[in-house]
């Protein structure tokens, strides 16, 4: 049985796009990547001949206003995501737009309402991968009280020693990023998907190189923080404690651990570990074959145009509460108070 084809357009073909969304769109059935706007006209000519995309757009406006477009990625950096979105909603376009969701929790809010506005249309958030083959298990194993009842989720992130001559980059630079902070988001997301979500936040943050080259002849102001500690309370009665540092040089590897009345379960290199308390140390868990997730953005927002399954990973509601985080932890470190959640 034929099926319509799905033309997709691009803003902003970066390096994820690149690596994949736009193959993975093409992996699916009757998908074509049919258009591609970059910030300029010379960008978007070269990755239309690198990528092999037949049409070039000299403004994102001009791709969202394409009556031949059923579908829009947003690849750029998270100053245009809400704009870009909100646009291509309403004018009836799919949006599959990249993490982080947007620069602060009021343009997430704005993003969710014009999704709420065309139900019709999918709306997808590019989700944290990092924990994907292993959410499924942590979740069942949560649910069979492996851990008893959970008392504390911690996550270190750290490992680099602070480069001190590095030009300024996108992700520290608040135009560009907005209120995102390193890794925070993602692991948030991750957290979010075992244990549900905080109802208060207190946070301190400290950046270390406070200008950064912008250019050959400009510096600029660095206001996001390159180490921070966060702690809270979950709704579940956990408490929550983040550190993610760009300064904590051979701390190991990422990870984040759940511990519990009864036993610890630890997320780290992409392995599962667990232990109770009759056991002496944390012993690497196997994880099913049927329980092992995996990347498949692109097909879930294809399957979800086409009416065969909806957007989990990551829904625009879903975005919205890791943005309401990322914005209660700027306003904690900014005003020196705990924050509470909702927004």
């Known amino acids: 049985m034929s099926i319509d084809p799905i033309r997709v357009g691009v803003i902003g073909a970066g390096r994820n796009t690149r690596d994949k969304h736009i193959p993975g769109l093409r992996a699916q059935d009757n998908v074509e990547i049919s258009g591609v706007c970059n910030r300029s006209r010379e960008s978007s000519q070269r990755a239309a001949d690198e990528l092999s995309i037949p049409k070039i757009y000299e403004q994102w406006q001009d791709l969202i206003a394409d009556p031949e477009l059923d579908a829009v ?74 851990l008893g009842d959970l008392l504390v989720v ?16 996108w992700r520290q630079d608040t135009d560009l990023s907005g209120m995102n902070i390193m890794s925070m988001g993602i692991w948030y997301e991750a957290i979010m998907r075992w244990a549900g979500t905080a109802k208060t936040v207190m946070a301190s943050g400290q950046t270390y ?75 690497e868990i196997e994880i099913p074959a049927q329980l092992q997730g995996g990347w498949r953005v692109e097909e879930e927002f294809i399957n979800a145009i086409r009416g065969r399954e909806t957007i989990t990973h990551t829904s625009f509601e879903d975005g919205v509460k890791y943005m309401e985080f990322t914005e209660a932890v700027t306003r904690s470190i900014q005003e020196g108070r705990a924050v509470a959640l909702p927004l």
């Open 154 to 169: 911690d996550v270190q992130a750290g490992g680099d020693f602070l480069d001190l001559y590095a030009p300024i980059h």
């Open 209 to 283: 190189v406070k200008m950064r080259k912008a250019s050959e002849d400009r510096l600029k102001a660095v206001r996001v923080p390159e180490h921070i500690d966060i702690i809270g309370e979950m709704v579940c009665g956990a408490q929550l404690h983040i550190q993610i540092s760009a300064v904590m040089g051979l701390a190991g590897a990422p990870r984040a651990t759940l511990y519990g009345t009864h036993g610890t379960l630890q997320f780290t290199q992409n392995k599962l570990l667990g232990g109770q308390k009759e056991d002496k140390a944390l012993n």
């Open 73 to 146: 990625v947003i690849g750029t950096w998270p100053y245009l995501h809400a704009d870009t979105a909100i646009a291509a909603l309403d004018a009836g376009k799919h949006v599959m737009c990249e993490a982080r969701m947007a620069m602060n929790a009021d343009e997430a809010h704005a993003m969710w309402a014009a999704a709420r506005a065309n139900p019709r249309q999918v709306a997808q958030i590019v989700p944290s991968p990092m924990t994907l083959r292993v959410d499924r298990m942590i979740q069942k194993l949560l649910t069979e009280g492996y």
